[in-house]
């Protein structure tokens, strides 16, 4: 069953702006993380936020956690055309023994 | 350092023919080994997990199997391949049981004609 559910679908934005993605999840988690997949390849792991964190960086990436709104964002700064690709949130749930369950991720291009 | 291979990265396969894909992760002991299958434009669907030798667990019920022989070594079966079979494979591991996150590999894209 789906945990995550990004927003928006697809992004299209110019090189130098920031983008911003969403992520909203269902049950109750002992993290969050985002991964990034170029066309045609695996996912590569960004981030993770614990359930007790609220906001973490690295780099020009941004996340956040509402676990009251059971959602989380994603912020990447100054983007460039290397950053075109998906971005998907993955819920390690309290129940799922330590599975993930991903979302059907975002589509992001940026526009050189 | 750490490492995973997956192959092979593409595959066309005829429709009742078997299929065995595999993965070996490198650099690591013991480690929760996934195969993730992602259709088309969509997110990933977790199909099997296993957290030791032998120790299989299946998702969703399915025309798939895996196998896990060796500590450090994933494989994905099918006796007879099915149209709907069709995706990009993805195997990954963690430790900790994917507290601090994955790691993936390649893929393998398998049409199935």
């Known amino acids: 069953s789906q945990q995550g559910e990004e927003d928006p679908q697809a992004l299209s934005i110019q090189e130098g702006e920031n983008a911003t993605m969403n992520c909203s999840y269902k049950t109750s988690i002992n993290n969050l993380q985002w991964y990034r997949q170029n066309s045609g390849r695996g996912l590569v792991h960004l981030i993770l936020?614990?359930?007790?964190?609220r906001e973490k960086h690295s780099g020009r990436l941004r996340v956040t956690l509402d676990t009251s709104k059971k959602s989380s964002s994603l912020l990447i700064t100054a983007s460039r055309a290397a950053d075109t690709a998906s971005y998907f949130c993955a819920t390690d749930g309290n129940n799922q023994g330590g599975k993930l369950i991903f979302g059907q991720g975002t589509e992001l291009s940026v526009k050189p | 350092s750490q490492t995973i291979h997956q192959w092979p990265a593409t595959l066309v396969q005829p429709v009742g023919s078997p299929l065995s894909l595999e993965c070996t992760v490198e650099?690591?002991?013991?480690?929760?080994l996934y195969w993730y299958r992602q259709a088309a434009g969509r997110g990933l669907q977790l199909l099997f997990y296993s957290v030791g030798i032998g120790q299989i667990s299946s998702e969703v019920p399915q025309n798939l199997s895996a196998s896990r022989p060796q500590d450090r070594q994933f494989i994905l079966s099918s006796k007879k391949l099915l149209l709907s079979d069709s995706g990009f494979y993805l195997c990954?591991?963690?430790?900790?049981?994917?507290?601090?996150?994955?790691?993936f590999g390649s893929g393998t894209r398998l049409t199935v004609v």
């Open positions: 650099g690591t002991s013991n480690p929760n």
């Open positions: 936020i614990r359930s007790n964190e």
């Open positions: 990954a591991w963690s430790l900790d049981s994917g507290v601090n996150g994955y790691t």
